[in-house]
């Protein structure tokens, strides 16, 4: 079992900038990818951006440019640094984890945190 937990949510006025962490405890052995997702009201859950253990990030186009991720491997913890935040940005924000390997995958989800952006 792997347990994400986040923090760095809030209240923002549009224009600012938050970051976001998200630390893995538990079973965290052969983490393969960890990233953000996010669910506005009444709209699906959209990965945000995603970082695998080689490095390899992908990023939402809607937030390509403002958002960046990082991981701290020693820490076994993920960050969204989110700069230039529009009320569109607005959304429960969540951290997932794979663990494992080919054929065994295991996903894990953060509880989800609030991100609200006033304009």
């Known amino acids: 079992q792997v347990q994400l937990v986040e923090s760095g949510g809030g209240l923002v006025q549009a224009g600012g900038s938050l970051r976001l962490s998200c630390a893995a405890s538990?079973?965290?052995?052969?983490?393969?990818?960890m990233g953000w997702y996010r669910q506005a009201p009444g709209k699906q859950r959209e990965l945000v951006a995603l970082?695998?253990?080689?490095?390899?990030?992908n990023y939402a186009d809607s937030v390509k440019g403002r958002f960046t991720i990082s991981r701290d491997n020693a820490k076994n913890t993920v960050y969204l640094q989110m700069n230039s935040l529009k009320p569109e940005d607005t959304a429960v924000y969540y951290c997932?984890?794979?663990?494992?390997?080919?054929?065994?995958?295991?996903?894990?989800w953060g509880q989800g945190t609030q991100v609200t952006v006033s304009s």
């Open positions: 997932k984890t794979r663990v494992g390997s080919s054929p065994r995958w295991y996903v894990y």
């Open positions: 970082i695998t253990s080689g490095g390899t990030t």
């Open positions: 538990g079973s965290i052995f052969s983490i393969a990818d």
